[in-house]
């Protein structure tokens, strides 16, 4: 398969906000990504590009970053030879380790998680699925019914059912993102995850005591009255994928009107945000 390439470069001072056009390009069907000294390169499929959508959608962050890109026409190559060879090891304190299933493994790390990268989303090194692991190991997890939104790779899943999740559900709707859930919970060894391929129709009519929602803004405010369905009284919330300005005083306004309530939020330095929410 022929891809393209496309090599941004971002004004230093605005670098913090690459994270926006690397999520939107994502939603568009880009599936990997590189950063680079001056910004970061993205691919797609070359069946799936159009450039005119790319600026459409881009152009919502022109007042916020200041960004241009060139376009090259990449032939078929192993991706996932590229992918790997960009996949470092990442650690959180002395409790979680991610890592690839050609790294060493470190026993010492009570939580190491193996992904398989290929190219879904969702390795640990973005702020956000950080903060959630954090956010995770801070909170009770052992024994809840837990749903995992936008799953991705699997990898908050994965870190629930080492934490003694009870159930787990995770839901995707990219099939790439579906079947390495699958490979990767079955690498870590962590048996009976329901895994879907969709998107909020796809939840079930369940009670969940914990729902982790790591997405972006606009997807969390459109599924978020689902969400409010199924998490049960007294159940908790991890919304992520959005920044704290100016997007979690919507989220909290938006959560309020399904009567979720706000709890505590933790922020990186690059001013993403996961925020903890409860249903009353």
């Given at each position: 398969m022929?891809?393209?390439?496309?090599?941004?470069?971002?004004?230093?001072?605005?670098?913090?906000?690459?994270?926006l056009?690397?999520?939107?390009?994502?939603?568009?069907?880009?599936?990997?990504?590189?950063?680079?000294?001056?910004?970061?390169?993205?691919?797609?499929?070359?069946?799936?590009?159009?450039?005119?959508?790319v600026?459409?959608?881009?152009?919502?962050?022109?007042?916020?970053?200041?960004?241009?890109y060139?376009?090259n026409?990449?032939?078929?190559?192993?991706?996932n030879e590229?992918?790997?060879?960009?996949?470092?090891?990442?650690?959180l304190?002395?409790?979680?380790?991610?890592?690839?299933?050609?790294?060493e493994?470190?026993?010492?790390?009570?939580?190491?998680i193996?992904?398989?990268?290929?190219?879904a989303?969702?390795t640990?090194?973005h702020?956000?699925?950080?903060?959630?692991m954090?956010?995770?190991?801070?909170?009770?997890?052992?024994?809840?019914?837990?749903?995992?939104?936008?799953?991705?790779?699997?990898?908050?899943?994965?870190?629930?059912?080492?934490?003694?999740?009870?159930?787990?559900?995770?839901?995707?709707?990219?099939?790439l993102?579906y079947?390495?859930?699958?490979?990767?919970?079955?690498?870590n060894?962590?048996?009976?995850?329901?895994?879907?391929?969709?998107?909020?129709?796809?939840?079930?009519?369940?009670?969940?005591?914990?729902?982790l929602?790591?997405?972006?803004?606009?997807i969390l405010?459109?599924?978020?009255?689902?969400y409010?369905?199924?998490?049960?009284?007294?159940?908790?919330?991890?919304?992520?994928?959005?920044?704290?300005?100016?997007?979690l005083?919507?989220?909290k306004?938006?959560?309020?009107?399904?009567?979720?309530?706000?709890?505590s939020h933790?922020?990186?330095?690059n001013?993403?945000?996961a925020?903890?929410?409860?249903?009353?």
């Amino acid at each position: 398969m022929n891809y393209y390439e496309l090599i941004f470069t971002i004004l230093e001072a605005e670098s913090h906000h690459q994270d926006l056009l690397i999520d939107e390009l994502a939603s568009l069907g880009f599936d990997t990504f590189e950063e680079t000294d001056l910004g970061f390169k993205a691919y797609i499929p070359s069946d799936d590009f159009d450039k005119a959508e790319v600026d459409e959608r881009l152009g919502y962050y022109s007042d916020m970053v200041s960004f241009s890109y060139e376009v090259n026409l990449i032939p078929q190559r192993n991706w996932n030879e590229v992918w790997e060879s960009n996949f470092k090891p990442i650690e959180l304190g002395d409790k979680i380790r991610v890592r690839a299933t050609f790294h060493e493994a470190k026993p010492e790390f009570p939580y190491e998680i193996v992904i398989d990268p290929k190219m879904a989303f969702g390795t640990g090194h973005h702020d956000t699925t950080c903060l959630m692991m954090e956010t995770m190991l801070e909170n009770p997890i052992e024994g809840k019914k837990v749903l995992d939104m936008g799953c991705g790779t699997g990898i908050l899943a994965i870190l629930a059912g080492m934490l003694g999740a009870g159930s787990l559900t995770a839901i995707d709707y990219d099939m790439l993102c579906y079947k390495s859930t699958i490979e990767n919970a079955a690498l870590n060894n962590i048996k009976g995850v329901h895994v879907l391929c969709g998107s909020k129709e796809e939840i079930p009519d369940e009670e969940f005591d914990l729902i982790l929602a790591n997405i972006n803004r606009n997807i969390l405010i459109d599924q978020m009255d689902r969400y409010a369905e199924v998490v049960k009284t007294g159940g908790h919330i991890y919304f992520s994928g959005f920044y704290e300005t100016p997007d979690l005083a919507i989220i909290k306004e938006e959560a309020a009107k399904v009567g979720l309530n706000y709890e505590s939020h933790k922020v990186s330095a690059n001013h993403w945000v996961a925020a903890k929410f409860a249903k009353a």
